[in-house]
Nanobody, 126 residues
């Protein structure tokens, strides 16, 4: 059974930084596409960043470009999300998702991914 587990969330003040991690277990081969999504209170879940694992090529939502960096983790089938200059509007549950294709770099709906994590809470206070 494949599991995605997110970690690294927490409460921070505006202007601070966080590094989220996602690790997949139970899948021997490479998960070619891993992504981060977030869902703020009362809002729909949105894709923020996507990574094509074999090449490290990343794609970002316009709303997070310049502050968010997605990268491969040290472990097999793992990724990180570095978030800098956090703002209260970044408060959300952050989810990891994985699939075998990256759909040409387009952030699909979260439920379109084969594997999905349970999320980690990020709370930013002003």
């Amino acid at each position: 059974q494949v599991r995605l587990v997110e970690s690294g969330g927490g409460s921070v003040q505006a202007g601070g930084s966080l590094r989220l991690s996602c690790a997949a277990s139970g899948y021997r081969d490479t998960l070619y596409c891993m992504a981060w999504y977030r869902q703020a209170p009362g809002q729909e879940r949105e894709g923020v960043a996507l990574l094509y694992i074999p090449t490290g090529v990343a794609y970002y939502a316009d709303s997070v470009k310049g502050r968010f960096t997605i990268s491969r983790g040290d472990a097999h089938n793992s990724i990180s999300l570095q978030i800098n200059n956090l703002a209260p509007e970044d408060t959300a549950v952050y989810y990891c998702a994985a699939s075998l294709d990256c759909n040409g770099g387009v952030l699909r709906p979260f439920n379109a991914y084969t594997y999905r994590g349970q999320g980690t809470q990020v709370t930013v206070s002003s």
